[in-house]
């Protein structure tokens, strides 16, 4: 089992890294991170874009690693590129560089060359929290906005898929609300209680699923005591299926920024993992993600 990004490094550099398709690879930030993960793990980055703009960013931050460069400076062509290259299985995970997100998610539902598999696309951000001995999931923090039942139980396979990559064999995941009780006017709790009955059921296979369930319940078997509620996952939770996107983006900024949690990214539902950072994010949090969507390969 993955326990933190360590590990990602020992296993990725194990199995001799992966192929990374970077659409529009001429941006300095990207370049640099690209570099640390080739050097880290021996990922072997293709960069589609500008050329020129590519070789002259890697003189200038002295990349030496061993690269493809596919010389396309139209964006939307190089785009299309990079995602044909892993539709066609040259490469394993795709990484946006330089390109607008909306571009670039349109070239990855691409009816012709894209790596669409006909399931929603679900973002699963991880954290590498100080004290704690292994990873901490949130699904979906980043991509979908107020997903339905069935687009949660799209969501939280998507993310249970993932985790079974990385050697979780029995995910504990916590359907997150602000109490225990159904309420026919809180439509999260309702959602909640319907994905953990269809766990019940085995629609998601080996795992314990508990919802509704508050937060204080899920992270602290003494709060779980306190409100007299019995649970099997309390203060053991893997992932945590938010209800909206507001709770896992509120979730994730508290647990870096205030917490000091390292962090990753990856959006799935595609053939390939898609890596998709802001440009605001940190290198440390760029290199993690191409680390993350590696193992979910």
Do not use: W
Not at 29 to 46: F, H, N, R, T, Y
Not at 60 to 81: F, H, Q, R, S
Not at 119 to 129: I, Q, T, V
């Amino acid at each position: 089992m993955i326990t933190g990004y360590s590990a990602m490094i020992e296993r990725i550099s194990a199995l001799r890294g992966s192929t990374l398709s970077v659409a529009v690879a001429q941006d300095r930030d990207i370049l640099e991170v690209v570099c640390k993960a080739s050097a880290a793990v021996g990922i072997q980055p293709v960069l589609f874009g500008d050329g020129h703009e590519i070789e002259r960013i890697k003189r200038e931050i002295g990349y030496t690693g061993e690269c493809k460069t596919v010389d396309e400076p139209d964006v939307l062509k190089a785009t299309m590129a990079a995602v044909k290259s892993v539709h066609d299985g040259e490469a394993d995970v795709l990484m946006k560089g330089l390109v607008n997100t909306s571009d670039y998610l349109r070239a990855v539902l691409d009816k012709e060359n894209g790596i669409r598999s006909g399931h929603l696309l679900s973002h699963l951000a991880a954290f590498e929290l100080p004290g704690r001995t292994r990873l901490l999931f949130i699904t979906d923090g980043g991509f979908n906005i107020a997903p339905d039942l069935d687009e949660k139980k799209t969501i939280l396979k998507n993310a249970l898929g993932a985790l079974r990559k990385m050697g979780y064999g029995h995910p504990n995941v916590a359907v997150l609300t602000a109490n225990e009780q159904v309420n026919e006017k809180a439509v999260s709790t309702v959602h909640a209680s319907a994905i953990t009955h269809a766990a019940r059921e085995g629609e998601f296979g080996d795992c314990t699923v508990e919802g509704p369930i508050a937060f204080d319940v899920a992270i602290s078997k003494e709060a779980a005591r306190h409100k007299r509620i019995e649970s099997k996952i309390s203060g053991d939770v893997d992932l945590f299926l938010v209800p909206c996107i507001e709770v896992g983006n509120v979730m994730g900024k508290i647990m870096s920024i205030l917490l000091g949690a390292k962090m990753s990214g990856v959006v799935l539902g595609a053939s390939s993992p898609v890596v998709l950072t802001s440009r605001s994010e940190t290198a440390e949090s760029k290199l993690n993600s191409i680390l993350l969507a590696s193992c979910c390969v």
